[in-house]
């Protein structure tokens, strides 16, 4: 029986797939062999029976595995049972399933016909509420409209009657509810009893219409018109005005108004006399009288919201503006700019006045750049010291003239803070000055008159000017540079006065032209005459007149030839400056860089007050170039002076003799040297205090100028040894030090020069150290010679070699020369192969940063004219002066 239940479990061929097999050791996990899916019966026979001596066990072994099939068996048997009776429990189950489902549905049949007859029930319902809420709507409304009806009947009957009795007060009350009935009652105006009714009412209003610019005009024209008093009835009657259509208020507004400037019209309509621009003062005091009798007289007649005393005055400023633009018209030959600022500076003062005293009476404007007249004066004040003074940053008179400084500012109907802004402008604002702006020519004439005398007497000023020592913490600019910018910013405040929308073209034109004058009669003419050491200003090459259209390259151009001519000719005349000249110049170039500031501020402010496309138009740079100029002149003079003062120490450098046995201590040159700049930069340093950054350009320039000349004279060194070289090396280095603590040298407070100082030195005096490295070499033959005179000194021209050659004692020069060209050729086409080598210039030197350019070693025909005809016919030459 076992036999054919095995042979019955092989053939059902039990094997599962590895996924089955291992979800089932997961769900049972198991450490019985049995139990794997490989098991592997010979595998464990010979586990439980690893050698023959253990087959005495054998028996027990076959009991325990007849144990275990017989248990396994009964456990299938037990679960085969369980299956079959759990069918059967599972089929019983769905068969009360099935049942509890019919029953479930039926009841949700019985409850859906429910529902149905409730919802029927409920719109039955509805249905007689809807047509009781209808009726009663209908049945309110009729009984409003009857209401209504009933309202206008009698208020039109009333209405009548209180009419006939001029009973305004009662009628203006009444007559606003029988309006709003009538609004009411539009939806009805194709009934005939409706149509009827507000004919009758619309009567009515034409009638007090009638009747009330009648009471007016009595009041106004009658009997008793001379002395026009305000009445009960006429109060009241402003009130029913209000329900009338606007074009009544308007014609009682303007037939008041015109009635209180009846007068004003005659008395000031001519052109003579009371009606020019001279009385104007009469004109304000004539308003202002009639204006405050109006308010304690008639206005309390009229509703506040009628703005009647504010539209008198409107009124008043319109027939002024017009009587006073047909005056000037007619006698346009007789304005002149005193009488025309008179007459600007009391109307404008009225519109303030105005503007203050009806603030809630504004027009809504979209218009952001919309000009207004100022409605304040302003009184310059003169600077007494232009030190850090800026006429352009203090705004308190040129706000007086912002047509916005006074406007109230409301959010756009939009909303939001994004978007157009819509600004409350006053209409007073320019209502009686705007006549003025046809005539702003006269102005500008007179400007350009100011401003020429202006200059006159500040180049007067400047020539009897004491350009005393300053302290510390003091300014040396010219006080009338101060002065002339305040009163520039004046005429910019009284122009814009007059013109507010900003039309600057004349006046911009004008401000140019004596912005140039100020810079050539005043600044450049303040410097030191080029002959002659004395005080006085003007003279020389500072008188010549700069063109117009003079650009910053032929204006450097100019003053490098002007430093040229100074040190030449009737030779030296700085070296007789004393403290005072040196003050001077300083002054004038502390002068020229506030001048070229508040030219620049002076553009940017007229950029800002001009409108439209003339903004772009505007521009000062030409005179920022001019007064820019004069600075840089006074620098090239300062450069020239203390070059010449250091002239002789440089010039002994090649009088020594440097075929020496042994070097010693720094030569004496050096020790000269410091002690002139010791003596020079000071005071200097001390004038320029306000400008370091000038100061540091003079400094620059100085070095250059000193390091190049010092350069030039070291080639001059011959006969030269090798001890002298070494000496001259040695000088080099004391002399770099005085350079590099030329900028702080008698300074009490000690501070590093300026790191582009440092290296600038550095650079001019390591040419010459290099030089004489060069000089002092020993060569085996000319090769080795031009090699490192081309290693070291790889910018070097052939004229540099030249002199180097000539320091160095060569006879034989012309196969060096041969020998240096060829080399320096055959390097130029290795480097640069695409250009052709050109053949290097023998009169050129080397040229530091920024260097002085020196005067010709060969006098030429023209060396002995005086400096100033040479320097004329220079500039003729390049067509800078005619």
């Not at 409350?424 to 401003?451: E, M, N, T």
């Amino acid at each position: 029986m076992e036999a054919e239940g095995l042979a019955e479990v092989e053939k059902l061929n039990l094997f599962f797939p590895g996924e089955v097999v291992q979800a089932i050791q997961e769900i049972l996990p198991s450490d019985d062999p049995f139990d794997a899916a490989d098991f592997d019966a010979v595998g464990y026979i010979n586990m439980r029976f690893p050698a023959e001596q253990s087959l005495h066990h054998i028996d027990d072994v076959l009991e325990e595995m007849r144990l275990r099939a017989t248990a396994t068996d009964s456990q299938i048997r037990d679960v085969v049972r369980s299956l079959a009776s759990a069918d059967q429990d599972g089929r019983t189950s769905l068969l009360h399933a099935q049942e509890a489902i019919a029953e479930l549905f039926a009841r949700f049949q019985d409850i859906k016909e429910r529902a149905g007859e409730s919802e029927e029930r409920v719109k039955e319902i509805t249905r007689d509420i809807k047509q009781l809420d209808t009726a009663k709507r209908n049945l309110t409304a009729s009984i409003t409209t009857l209401n209504h009806l009933q309202m206008l009947v009698e208020g039109t009957q009333k209405l009548e009657a209180l009419q006939a009795r001029r009973e305004y007060g009662e009628v203006a009350s009444l007559l606003q509810g029988v309006l709003e009935v009538m609004e009411h009652l539009q939806r009805y105006r194709h009934i005939p009893q409706v149509t009827e009714l507000a004919r009758q009412v619309e009567q009515i209003r034409s009638g007090l219409e009638k009747q009330i610019l009648d009471d007016f005009e009595r009041a106004f024209h009658g009997p008793a018109s001379r002395q026009p008093t305000p009445t009960r009835a006429l109060a009241e009657a402003c009130l029913v005005v209000n329900q009338l259509e606007p074009r009544v208020r308007r014609s009682i507004i303007e037939e008041v108004v015109r009635t209180q400037l009846a007068e004003y019209e005659v008395l000031f309509a001519g052109q003579e006399s009371d009606g020019w621009l001279s009385k104007v003062e009469l004109r304000r005091r004539w308003f202002l009288k009639t204006a405050l009798e109006f308010e304690k007289t008639l206005a309390a007649m009229f509703p506040p919201s009628w703005q009647v005393p504010a539209r008198l005055a409107l009124s008043f400023c319109d027939i002024t503006r017009t009587q006073l633009a047909k005056a000037m018209e007619l006698r346009t030959q007789d304005v002149d700019v005193a009488t025309l600022l008179h007459a600007h500076k009391v109307m404008s003062e009225l519109e303030s006045v105005l503007v203050r005293k009806y603030a809630g009476f504004q027009e809504r404007t979209r218009s952001l750049s919309t000009a207004s007249c100022t409605t304040t004066t302003t009184t310059a004040t003169t600077a007494t010291s232009p030190v850090n003074t800026n006429p352009f940053i203090e705004e308190e008179q040129l706000e007086a003239s912002n047509p916005f400084s006074t406007d109230t500012q409301a959010p756009s109907p939009s909303g939001g803070g994004g978007g157009e802004t819509v600004l409350l402008i006053s209409p007073f604002h320019g209502a009686i000055c705007r006549c003025f702006k046809p005539y702003l020519k006269v102005y500008i004439d007179h400007v350009d008159r100011r401003l020429s005398d202006q200059v006159e007497k500040f180049a007067g000023e400047i020539r009897a000017y004491r350009f005393e020592h300053i302290d510390a913490e003091e300014s040396n600019v010219v006080p009338c540079c101060g002065e002339l910018f305040t009163i520039y910013k004046t005429i910019l405040v009284e122009f814009l006065r007059l013109s507010p929308g900003g039309e600057l073209g004349g006046l911009v034109e004008v401000m140019q032209r004596h912005l140039r004058e100020f810079c050539g009669k005043v600044l450049r003419a303040a410097l030191p005459r080029g002959g002659g050491g004395g005080s006085g200003g003007g003279g020389g090459a500072a008188n010549i007149p700069l063109p117009k259209d003079l650009n910053m390259k032929e204006i450097s151009a100019v003053l490098a030839q002007v430093q040229t001519l100074w040190r030449e000719g009737e030779g030296g005349a700085q070296k007789g400056w004393g403290e005072e000249e040196v003050r001077r110049v300083c002054s004038v170039l502390v002068s020229a860089e506030y001048c070229e500031e508040m030219t620049g501020r002076l553009e940017a402010k007229l950029r800002e007050r001009a409108e439209g496309g003339l903004a772009a138009s505007i521009t000062l740079g030409a005179e920022q170039d001019l007064f820019h100029a004069v600075l840089a002149q006074c620098i090239t003079l300062l450069v020239t002076r203390v070059e010449g003062v250091c002239e002789a120490a440089l010039v002994s450098i090649p009088k020594q003799s440097w075929v020496l046995e042994q070097t010693g201590d720094h030569s004496p040159y050096v020790t000269a040297l410091a002690h002139h700049l010791a003596a020079a930069i000071p005071p200097v340093r001390h004038n320029l205090h306000t400008s370091r950054k000038y100061f540091t350009r003079f400094c620059d320039k100085l070095a250059a100028a000193i390091l190049n000349k010092f350069v030039q004279q070291v080639y001059k060194c011959r006969p030269i040894t090798s001890v002298g070289c070494e000496q001259l090396l040695l000088d080099c280095h004391a002399l770099k030090a005085v350079m590099l603590q030329m900028p702080v040298v008698g300074s009490q407070v000690r501070r590093d020069p300026p790191q582009t100082y440092t290296r600038m030195v550095t650079r001019g005096m390591a040419r010459a150290e290099l030089v004489l490295q060069v000089v002092m070499g020993e060569y085996h033959n000319n090769t080795a010679l031009v090699d490192k005179f081309m290693r070291l000194l790889p910018d070097a021209t052939i004229a540099d070699f030249q002199k180097v050659v000539e320091m160095r004692g060569v006879k034989e020069r012309a196969a060096l020369l041969e020998l240096y060209r060829q080399r320096t050729t055959t390097t130029t086409a290795t480097t640069t192969p695409a250009t052709s080598p050109s053949t290097p210039t023998t009169d050129s030197s080397y040229r530091p940063a920024a260097p002085v350019p020196a005067p010709p070693a060969t006098p030429s025909p023209e060396h002995d004219m005086s400096k100033i005809a040479r320097l004329e016919r220079m500039l003729k030459s390049r067509r800078l002066i005619s």
